[in-house]
């Protein structure tokens, strides 16, 4: 029974994740992998708070966010400048970068990583971090439908489908891309926050190149551009591979089999459906 | 300030250590001048040739020559499935380059953890000690691995030149590189100039792993973190400039073997990342050198004819 609490815990993150991504990537059209590095921060913004103060939880997880949401300025003043292949680049450096100076700040625990994290909950802990990240993966969801439904939504598109058209009509393309970048990370560092409460030690390998790669494979194989492809995508990418556990394998062979058929998976689907399982719902919604 | 000697030997231990990554750097900035592919599956293909040279070297006991010869077989063979079964499938649909990179990047991984399950996670080495003979030159230690990989990647990059300068096949790569629609309609195979492309590429890749695994060890995640200096030389270098790649991975091993007479160590992998970033904003298209033909002056070229 703990074992499919975890595993919904996981869900609710993954899915609050791969929206909050989907958002930048899928309907603002910015190629940037860094998605792991706000979730890092505000992982890292929470964790630190909760060991050195006495701040509410909902205190030091509003922190992360916020850590987040400024930090994307980072990488979104950049993505004026460059675009496509450059900022996908680009992001790849800066998430390795802020990983690499993360492991080498004492403070944060460096590469051995940060423990000590309190437990903020007592009794039936894992039923009450998969409630809540399931209510905040579902709270994600909703926004993400009513931001993209209304006219703003329509202004993300029109900039991402052709930002000089948009540019030529008086709109302000570097405007929505800041905000986008901000809201995005900003919830993924509201989820940090929720992450470090609950697994009470962090370390940068959590937030590694291949964190990317997931968060990333789940918005592609779920529908970019589509409000509920990256729950399926999250829902299938981390269920399925779980099906293993059943076997009862050993452990090196476990893990190594595990990523083989998470990675197998999203190969065969961007040979069968590229499109994603779910198609967004109006055709030029499709980047 | 420092003493010489230390200078001139980390001079010298740097370039030595440099040889791979130039390699590596020339693979990848082929395949991206050509194929217009940022390939990731590079890691992948390094992987297997790693590999392959290990179960050569050290499982079967087989001569070096022979070894190379089996994993450069492996390794042609693996990069021209990712060609023709995977990017021919999406450049067919016209896919976009976010495609190419999740394909090439889930490669990567799937090569590596089928790799982890196979040989485990523990770090293997291609060479029974990676210690070889060395003698002190001029206050300098140098050593036989030195001298023999410096030797072998001037061979693999004069190889190279000549083949892109001097061939058929190097030409039309070239030419596909600027309009492969124009060079197509001119009678050149695109299909095939790709393969041959990747084919050039993991036999780089398979000199740059030989000698890598007969210095350090390996585990079959360290090809994708070994990557990043690659994409990075590639950047700094100019995405269709070979040679630029190569130097500028050469001035990126310098660079981090100096860093650490000003900075702690720790903080050397930072260098490559902040290189990156500092790369791509104000260097998008490569660091461009002077030219000579640049400096001509324009009084020259308006001088009138005397037809």
């Known amino acids: 029974m703990e074992y499919f609490v975890s595993l919904l815990v996981m869900i609710g993150l993954y899915v609050t994740l791969s929206s909050s991504f989907n958002l930048i990537i899928g309907y603002g059209g910015l190629i940037s992998i860094a998605h792991p590095v706000f979730f890092a921060l505000g992982a890292y913004t929470t964790g630190v708070l909760s060991v050195n103060t006495s701040l509410h939880p909902l205190v030091t997880i509003a922190a992360g966010g916020a850590v987040a949401a400024l930090a994307s300025f980072m990488l979104s003043l950049p993505s004026l400048r460059i675009s496509g292949d450059y900022l996908l680049i680009t992001s790849i450096g800066f998430q390795l970068g802020v990983i690499e100076i993360i492991k080498n700040l004492d403070f944060v625990g460096g590469a051995s990583g940060l423990s000590g994290i309190p437990n903020i909950v007592e009794t039936h802990r894992s039923l009450k971090f998969a409630l809540a990240l399931l209510l905040l993966a579902a709270a994600v969801v909703l926004f993400v439908r009513k931001l993209t439904r209304g006219p703003y939504g329509r202004a993300i598109r029109a900039m991402r489908d052709d930002e000089l058209a948009f540019s030529a009509l008086g709109r302000n393309a570097m405007n929505i891309k800041i905000a986008i970048f901000a809201l995005g990370s900003g919830i993924a560092g509201v989820a940090g926050g929720l992450y470090a409460y609950y697994y009470q030690y962090l370390t940068p390998d959590q937030f590694e190149i291949l964190q990317s790669a997931m968060i990333l494979t789940m918005v592609v194989v779920g529908g970019m551009g589509s409000v509920f492809g990256p729950t399926v995508g999250a829902v299938l990418l981390i269920a399925l591979p779980e099906a293993i556990t059943f076997l009862n394998l050993p452990a090196e062979v476990m893990g190594p089999l595990r990523g083989i058929i998470f990675t197998a998976l999203v190969i065969v689907f961007l040979f069968l459906r590229p499109q994603g399982l779910v198609a967004p719902r109006v055709a030029g919604e499709a980047q | ?307």
């Open chain 2, 1 to 307: 300030m420092f003493d010489t000697s230390i200078l001139l030997q980390i001079l010298w231990t740097g370039i030595a250590t440099a040889t791979y990554g130039v390699l590596l750097a020339a693979a990848f900035s082929l395949v991206l001048k050509v194929v217009k592919v940022w390939n990731f599956a590079q890691a992948g293909m390094m992987g297997i040739a790693y590999y392959t040279l290990y179960v050569c070297l050290q499982k079967a006991a087989l001569p070096a020559a022979l070894a190379l010869g089996i994993a450069v077989l492996v390794t042609i063979g693996a990069a021209l499935l990712i060609d023709t079964l995977g990017l021919r499938t999406f450049r067919r649909r016209k896919s976009p380059s976010l495609t190419y990179f999740i394909f090439t990047l889930l490669l990567s991984e799937l090569v590596q953890y089928v790799l982890a399950m196979i040989f485990g996670t523990e770090p293997v080495s291609l060479a029974a000690t990676v210690g070889s003979a060395s003698t002190m030159i001029a206050g300098v230690i140098v050593s036989r691995w030195d001298v023999t990989a410096m030797l072998s990647t001037l061979a693999c990059l004069a190889v190279l030149y000549v083949v892109l300068r001097r061939t058929r096949y190097g030409k039309h790569m070239t030419a596909v590189a600027d309009n492969p629609e124009l060079s197509q309609l001119y009678g050149m195979s695109v299909a095939r100039i790709y393969a041959l492309t990747f084919a050039l590429a993991a036999l780089l890749v398979v000199a740059a792993m030989y000698l890598f695994g007969t210095r350090a060890s390996m585990v079959p995640e360290t090809p994708l973190r070994m990557m990043l200096a690659a994409v990075i030389a590639a950047l700094l270098g100019g995405m269709d400039n070979l040679i630029g790649a190569a130097l500028a991975a050469l001035f990126l091993s310098l660079l981090q073997s100096f860093s650490v007479l000003f900075i702690p160590s720790a903080w050397q992998g930072l260098i490559l990342y902040a290189l990156l970033f500092i790369t791509i904003l104000f260097f998008p298209r490569g660091v461009k050198l002077p030219r000579r033909n640049a400096r001509r002056k324009p009084a020259a070229a308006a001088a009138p004819s005397t037809a």
